[in-house]
Every structure is written in structure tokens, then in C-alpha cells.
């Protein structure tokens, strides 16, 4: 039924970078003949009620999975399914080489029902800005939505300094370029409340955090500290990102913020 169904839109679509969804179902079908492996293997002296517990775990995690595919292409019209099955595709065929911006894509595409075990390893979910323990922050995220998605309230994700992107920004030359431009005031001890900047600079970076606001920078005990702080959404009057445009205005996105903590020896950027 899955099949047919894929197999139907891509014929009404007529389009080359439709196998996105195709792409998913071989995903899940490598489950399914994995977990069919698995059974075959079996023998009377391995197989318990533990063994069956987790196959039937298994079982329910690929049809939980098969389920939320069909959801999101679920009342979308032709033109809509067409887009969004387009950007799934070139994010899926980019994400090697920009990992941390197709899993900021799949959150949003999902609307949070694929993608959390890059939350999970990276860092955690806040689900309301007001869980945000510190009131600065509060304002700066509160200020970032208005300013970008017309809100004041959406879920975000909070990446430690631990996390991919965090390196993948801290180690950036376009990052290194900023905090050398405000040497001076970080040697004399000040805190930089904001720095408006656009970290590209690699693909990763330009699709994951480009035009952005990195906050409360300061050093401290020989570290240099940041916050960077980018709403995912899709700006108008930008060709590139037509598609994911369309599929915001229609709702069939979730829009959200991103803060990116950084903390790395001072000397990465200069000498004290």
C-alpha cells in the first residue's frame, strides 16, 4: 500500500527528485529484512521472551515510522508533496557534507516527530522560550522571533558546546574573523551583550546557521564564551529557498530557534 502510494505521486509529480520518499521506504524495507534475519536465525537455545519482546519492539518501531511518513505528506496538496518531497530529497543527497543543517531541516519538516536523537546527542529541546533560565536570554530569543517569524513563542533546541555545530561554528574562519575584530574589548575584560554576523562560510554552516546573532560573548578563565542564537525559518525573495518558503506558509513546517552555545580556549582565536 506504501508502495503504491509513493509509486502514484511520483507518476501525477513527474519529477526526477521524487525518489525522496522511495528513498524512505528502502530505508524501512532494510529494517524489515533485518529484523526478518534476525527471526530466521533463531534457534530453540537463543531465542526467549526477551528476544521476542525486542522483535515485537522492533516490529512497532518500523510501522511507527512507515505511519509517520505517510503523515506528513498528509493533506498536502499536489504542488505542496511535489516541494516537499524535492527539499527532503536535496537535503538527504546533501547531508554528508552538511549534517548539522539536514537535521535541523528533518526537525522542521517533521514538525519534531523525526529527527530528536540529534536533540538527544547534541544537546536537549526547551518547549517554551520561559524555560529559558536566564531573562537576557528570554528577551533575545523573544526579540528573534518577532523579528523573523512574527511569534513570540515557539519550541527551540539548545546545542551544548559539545555539540557538532557548535565546533563546526567555533572552529569557522568567519567566526575567528569576528572574535578578532573585538580582541581588544575581550582582552580588557568587557562582554559583548551582541554581535549581529552571517556565519557561512561552509555549506554546513551557511544552511544551518548563516545570518545569525552571537551573544554574551566574553572571556573567562582563559575560555571564550558565546551564544549563538538563529531562528529556522525561510526568508521571502529568496530563490533558493522557494520551496521550503512555500511549505512554511502553508504550515506544513515548523518554524523554531536554535541556540548554539560556545566555549573554547581564548588562544584558538588570540593571545591574552
Request: aromatic fraction near 8%; proline fraction near 1%; charged fraction near 30%.
Amino acid at each position: 500500500m506504501l508502495r503504491d502510494q509513493i509509486e502514484r505521486l511520483m507518476k501525477e509529480n513527474k519529477d526526477t527528485e521524487l525518489n525522496t520518499l522511495e528513498n524512505k521506504l528502502a530505508r524501512t524495507e532494510y529494517d524489515v529484512y533485518r529484523l526478518i534475519d534476525k527471526i530466521e536465525a533463531l534457534t530453540r537455545d537463543t531465542i526467549d521472551k526477551f528476544v521476542i519482546q525486542k522483535i515485537e519492539r522492533e516490529v512497532e518501531q518500523i510501522k511507527k515510522s512507515i505511519s509517520e511518513y505517510l503523515n506528513e505528506y498528509k493533506g498536502l496538496s499536489k504542488k505542496l508533496k511535489a516541494e516537499k518531497i524535492v527539499v527532503d530529497g536535496l537535503v538527504a543527497a546533501g547531508s554528508f557534507s552538511a549534517k548539522d543543517a539536514a537535521a535541523l531541516w528533518v526537525l522542521a519538516s517533521s514538525k519534531f516527530k523525526r529527527g530528536l536523537e540529534y536533540i538527544n546527542k547534541n544537546g536537549k529541546m526547551v518547549n517554551k522560550v520561559s524555560d529559558l533560565k536566564n531573562e537576557n536570554l528570554r528577551k533575545s530569543v523573544k526579540n528573534k522571533l518577532h523579528s523573523q517569524i512574527q511569534k513570540q513563542e515557539s519550541r527551540g533546541i539548545h546545542l551544548y558546546s559539545n555539540s557538532s555545530l557548535s565546533k563546526s561554528l567555533s572552529n569557522s574562519l568567519k567566526f575567528k574573523s569576528i572574535i578578532n575584530a573585538n580582541k581588544e574589548r575581550l582582552q580588557n575584560g568587557e562582554t559583548i551583550p551582541k554581535i549581529s554576523a552571517f556565519l557561512g562560510g561552509n555549506w554546513n554552516n551557511f544552511l544551518s546557521i548563516n545570518g545569525c546573532d552571537i551573544l554574551n560573548v566574553h572571556v573567562k578563565n582563559g575560555i571564550l564564551y558565546a551564544t549563538v542564537l538563529d531562528t529556522v525559518d525561510y526568508n521571502p525573495n529568496q530563490w533558493w529557498v522557494k520551496y521550503p518558503r512555500d511549505l512554511q506558509e502553508a504550515g506544513a513546517i515548523e518554524n523554531y530557534y536554535v541556540l548554539v552555545e560556545i566555549a573554547e580556549p581564548v588562544s584558538t582565536y588570540f593571545k591574552e
